[in-house]
């Protein structure tokens, strides 16, 4: 790969990244999403609260580009960019780590029960296939959302984990984003790949 490609990667990664950073999602980085239980006369209640569902909508197909493979800065084809030898070990090991502590976050157990256990993965496609983004009937995510999603308690407890993994997903995005403006640093300075 030439190097001319791989700056153009880790910039069109750096650029999408800040245009997903500015959105209206993080207006509130202190608490984003999560519960709270009040005691009423009929015993507890259990109140969610995340962001806006156009805040959420802005993030979610935002962020799936990312995490889909059809665009060249996504996480998963920036793999290509280790064939360079002009990109660093420590951008490298950084995009590595990154990428696998995502994925080991997507593939833990989010629910399991009578209609079979679902990873974060799979709620994080659920939303987007199932019911946000597209209607395919025939989609295998699509089939799990009208699945699972049987009544409000269950689609606002998945949504409050659609919500966290958006989070998972942005976090790795901002931190790819950071390494990658200081390998375009290095590159720009000329300091060895090896540094």
């Known amino acids: 790969m030439r190097l001319a490609t791989s700056r153009i990667r880790l910039q069109d990664f750096i650029d999408r990244a800040d245009r997903?950073?500015?959105?209206?999602?993080?207006?509130?980085?202190?608490?984003?999403?999560?519960?709270?239980?009040?005691?009423?006369?009929e015993g507890p209640q259990v109140d969610f609260y995340q962001p806006d569902d156009e805040k959420r909508d802005a993030l979610l197909f935002n962020l799936r580009l990312f995490v889909q493979d059809k665009d060249d800065y996504s996480i998963r084809?920036?793999?290509?960019?280790?064939?360079?030898?002009?990109?660093?070990?420590?951008?490298?090991?950084?995009?590595?780590?990154?990428?696998?502590?995502?994925?080991?976050?997507?593939?833990?157990?989010?629910?399991?029960?009578?209609?079979?256990r679902i990873t974060h993965r799979d709620v994080f496609y659920m939303f987007l296939y199932g019911s946000l983004g597209h209607s395919d009937e025939d989609d295998h995510?699509?089939?799990?959302?009208?699945?699972?999603?049987?009544?409000?308690?269950?689609?606002?407890?998945?949504?409050?984990?659609?919500?966290?993994?958006?989070?998972?997903?942005l976090t790795a995005v901002i931190n790819i984003s950071r390494a990658s403006k200081e390998e375009l640093a290095r590159l720009d300075n000329g300091t060895s790949a090896e540094a």
């Open 20 to 41: 997903v950073e500015k959105l209206s999602y993080l207006e509130n980085r202190e608490n984003i999403t999560g519960f709270e239980i009040k005691h009423t006369e």
């Open 77 to 116: 084809r920036l793999c290509e960019l280790y064939d360079d030898p002009n990109v660093s070990e420590p951008w490298k090991d950084e995009h590595r780590a990154i990428r696998a502590e995502l994925n080991l976050k997507l593939e833990r157990v989010a629910a399991e029960g009578d209609r079979r």
């Open 141 to 169: 995510y699509y089939q799990l959302y009208r699945d699972w999603v049987t009544d409000e308690n269950v689609f606002e407890i998945l949504h409050n984990t659609l919500h966290i993994v958006l989070v998972w997903i």
